[in-house]
């Protein structure tokens, strides 16, 4: 089943083609990855999905309906949630209050309800704090309930906003970049977390990543992106192996069989 | 080393001498000679200059670790300061200066010199009294934690009280009265009283809230039985204000009362959702403007309504303007956002103003003849009678936004303020949530007009300048954004305290500027500043699990 299709997608800022023509499918339930050097409109191509910019061509369809410059509040309902690249918390609310405004379009009481403290607002209130207490535990983050958000180590604001984006509800999660800044031991963790989430919660993951081991360990599809076009897709193996990958990442004579024949994982070359 | 040192300690004397002159020339301090503070020769001017030394003193200490050198680098920044003021009493005794400045009179000099004039004697006085102000401001740095604490927030306790003379000598019974005051501000007996009982009181304050901790497990009396009694006391307290505050007093809790609730109202603007509004004023104008079109028979159609018809009339009008307002500037954030705010305020005002509107809002003249409320028989007529209006009033916007802030709608408004972007990925819209915020504060801004038309009975344009949203704006930094005790503490001093002492009111902007840039640098945050508060629902369980600042890792962990 396809949940996510983009065809012709084309995104231009003024000169700059920020992305060309773009295909992509995302199939449910898989963790599918996109990559691409630096500037390769792998962000402008998240920005597209969530409604923040509009493209200049193409269209964007989402459980099979189409989603092409829907406002971002809106897509973010139809259950399209996402993190950034630098963690945009919050910062100066609670921990809990994070996930609770993610859970913004799933309370349902009136002004007056909340004016006047009537048993429908509070069994919606009680009902919202449970789901967000069990998604801080669900993401490791229990018992931190009432920390301000700024406070937090850089690697547990990570999983918060993974928690803010799970308060959606969301089917489909964009993951910009996730393992960024982290050391060994916290970039394994979170590799579970991601696993955990589609295997536990069902949620579709498309992912922008530079870690090559993170994205060859995790990913069921990659797609490659340069100068916003997509140049490969495939399984991580036939992506490490396609030539016009590794000429993208390491320069022209990479590719005709002077350099490695497969993409180098860190720590290989 | 000693050559840096002196030279910081003479740059900060320099620095606190420059001050001085500002403040003496621009006519702060002879102004205030009059004023006596405490018996017959600690003036306000006095205590202002003996303060300025103190604080030269304290700011070249406080580099320090040890008394050894705080102490004597002080003194030394104190004696700058004190030349500097003499050679100002110089400057003006024997030059004349008044064609360009008009407060260097000769009268000045004597101020400046503590009463001993441009000349020897009054340069020894100067100095020496530059002497104990450095020894007392280093020696109170020296203390141990809460004592200079404690001494400071004293004395200031016992300079207010000296000041408010006027005002709370004929609320208190007579005996206290004619003990603690003399002629002209306290007598020497009540003020050392004064100061003793205040210390003693700021020691309790302190060690109970060293205690806070421990107390609070071991109380006999859980919170959620204290903190309603606490409250009903308080409600008691501030309904009785009619009876014990003259007419004069009541009219000032009342002006207090308007700015309260315009606080309340750009606190959901500004300190909830973020947004910064520089038009304040608009709201009230057109909340004061409708009540007086609807219930005067000079102006419009010449109909008259009752005050409450009226008053719903005036805040679903004002609500209709906050969305008027709100809907151009949706896109508009910061800056931009607060200069197209700061444009419709104008707009307002020169609305009033114009000859066009003339025959429906009275132009310059304004609207007289502002109806009064009355229930049953009873005409709510005086200061007195409307504070309890007023205090209902503040009480309903209170509760209201103590509601707001604890539901989904309160949340949202955080999150726009927090990142407007991220706000809208969460399924956020961005229209109604701002536009709920405008509007819900614009209500209050509304009533508060309402109010404000009917008590004084007349409005002109004259009442509706920047100076107001100013004004508001101003007492939210000074309360703390987003904290609604804030908006009370923060009307009480900018508000209530320069209504009763009506020196201040020519240097009332002056003040400010000070104020505000003093907290700006200390006091971010504001007096009273809005903690994360825990969820009332879940308070109970929660109590237990107290955040310990250690355990809080900052930055990347």
């Not at chain 2, 809002?361 to 709510?380: C, F, H, K």
């Not at chain 2, 907290?519 to 109970?540: S, T, V, Y």
Request: hydrophobic letters at 55%.
């Amino acid at each position: 089943m396809v949940l996510l299709e983009t065809s012709h997608l084309t995104k231009r800022f003024g000169g700059l083609v920020a992305l060309r023509d773009v295909d992509l499918v995302v199939q449910e339930r898989a963790i599918h990855s996109v990559i691409g050097p630096n500037g390769a409109g792998k962000t402008t191509l998240f920005n597209c999905i969530t409604g923040f910019l509009v493209p200049d061509a193409g269209d964007i369809r989402f459980s099979g309906t189409s989603i092409t410059g829907l406002r971002p509040d809106l897509v973010a309902r139809l259950g399209i949630a996402r993190t950034y690249q630098n963690i945009r918390l919050f910062r100066h609310l609670s921990v809990l209050d994070n996930v609770l405004i993610g859970l913004h379009p799933h309370i349902n009481y009136s002004l007056l309800d909340a004016i006047l403290r009537t048993p429908r607002y509070r069994r919606a209130e009680r009902a919202a704090e449970r789901e967000a207490r069990e998604l801080l535990a669900f993401v490791g983050l229990a018992g931190k309930e009432f920390f301000t958000a700024a406070n937090l180590p850089y690697g547990d604001q990570r999983r918060l906003e993974i928690a803010r984006a799970l308060a959606l509800r969301p089917k489909l999660l964009l993951l910009d970049e996730p393992t960024a800044g982290m050391n060994p031991h916290e970039t394994e963790e979170m590799i579970r977390l991601i696993r955990r989430l589609r295997d536990e919660r069902g949620i579709t993951i498309l992912l922008i990543e530079h870690d090559m081991k993170v994205v060859m360990n995790i990913s069921d599809v990659v797609t490659v992106l340069d100068f916003g076009e997509k140049i490969a897709e495939g399984t991580p193996e036939e992506v490490r192996r396609d030539p016009r990958v590794i000429e993208a990442y390491l320069g022209r004579g990479a590719a005709s069989g002077l350099g490695p024949s497969t993409l180098p994982l860190p720590g290989e070359a | 080393m000693i050559v840096r040192a002196a030279r910081r300690a003479i740059f900060i004397g320099l620095v606190a001498g420059i001050a001085a002159w500002h403040l003496s020339l621009v006519g702060l301090i002879p102004a205030f000679a009059q004023r006596r503070l405490v018996g017959d020769t600690l003036t306000f001017s006095y205590a202002l200059l003996i303060a300025l030394l103190a604080l030269a003193a304290f700011a070249t200490g406080r580099r320090y670790p040890g008394a050894a050198q705080r102490i004597p680098w002080g003194i030394l920044s104190a004696l700058v300061s004190s030349l500097m003021l003499f050679l100002l009493a110089l400057l003006v005794t024997h030059l004349n200066l008044r064609q360009i400045l008009l407060n260097a009179t000769p009268e000045l000099a004597r101020v400046l010199t503590f009463g001993g004039g441009a000349s020897g004697a009054g340069l020894v006085r100067l100095l020496l009294i530059g002497l104990l102000a450095g020894l007392f401001a280093g020696g109170l740095s020296a203390l141990p934690r809460p004592w200079g604490r404690v001494i400071v927030s004293a004395a200031l306790m016992t300079l207010l009280l000296g000041l408010l003379r006027d005002v709370l000598g004929p609320l208190l019974p007579q005996v206290v009265t004619s003990f603690l005051y003399g002629t002209a501000g306290l007598s020497l007996a009540g003020a050392v009283v004064t100061f003793l009982l205040a210390a003693v009181l700021f020691t309790l304050r302190w060690s109970l809230r060293a205690n806070a901790v421990t107390a609070r497990a071991t109380a006999a009396v859980p919170a959620t039985v204290r903190q309603p009694v606490i409250q009903a006391l308080l409600l008691l307290i501030l309904a009785s204000v009619p009876l014990w505050a003259g007419l004069f007093l009541s009219n000032v809790a009342d002006f207090v009362g308007f700015y309260i609730l315009m606080g309340l109202g750009l606190n959901l603007v500004l300190g909830f959702a973020g947004l910064l509004d520089l038009g304040y004023v608009a709201f009230f104008a057109v909340g004061a403007y409708t009540m007086a079109v609807l219930t005067s028979p000079e102006v419009g159609q010449r109909f008259t309504l009752d005050f409450w018809v009226a008053l719903p009339i005036a805040v679903v009008t004002t609500v209709l303007a906050g969305l008027l307002v709100g809907l151009p500037v949706l896109r508009m954030r910061g800056d931009y956002l607060a200069i197209a705010t700061l444009g419709f305020g104008e707009i307002v005002r020169l609305l009033v103003l114009s000859d066009w509107l003339k025959p429906y809002l009275g132009g310059a003249q304004g609207v007289t003849r502002i109806a009064r409320p009355s229930i049953a028989s009873w005409r709510i007529d005086s200061p007195q009678e409307f504070y309890l209006l007023v205090l209902i009033s503040c009480l309903f916007a209170w509760f209201l936004s103590v509601r707001l802030r604890d539901s989904r709608l309160g949340r949202s408004w955080f999150a726009i303020r927090e990142d407007e972007h991220v706000a809208q990925a969460m399924g956020i819209n961005r229209v109604t949530v701002k536009l709920s915020a405008f509007a819900i504060g614009a209500s209050f801004g509304g009533l508060s007009g309402a109010l404000f038309a009917s008590l004084v009975g007349s409005v002109v344009p004259a009442s509706f300048s920047l100076l107001v949203s100013i004004n508001v704006v101003a007492l939210l930094v000074l309360g703390g954004m987003g904290s609604l005790p804030g908006v009370v503490v923060g009307a009480l001093a900018l508000v209530g305290l320069p209504e009763l002492l009506r020196e201040f009111q020519e240097y009332r902007l002056l003040v400010y500027g000070i104020v505000l840039i003093a907290m700006m640098l200390f006091r971010p945050a504001g007096l009273l500043p809005e903690r994360i508060h825990r969820r009332e629902l879940e308070e109970a369980v929660e109590e237990a699990r107290e955040i310990a600042p250690a355990e809080i890792a900052t930055g990347r962990g």
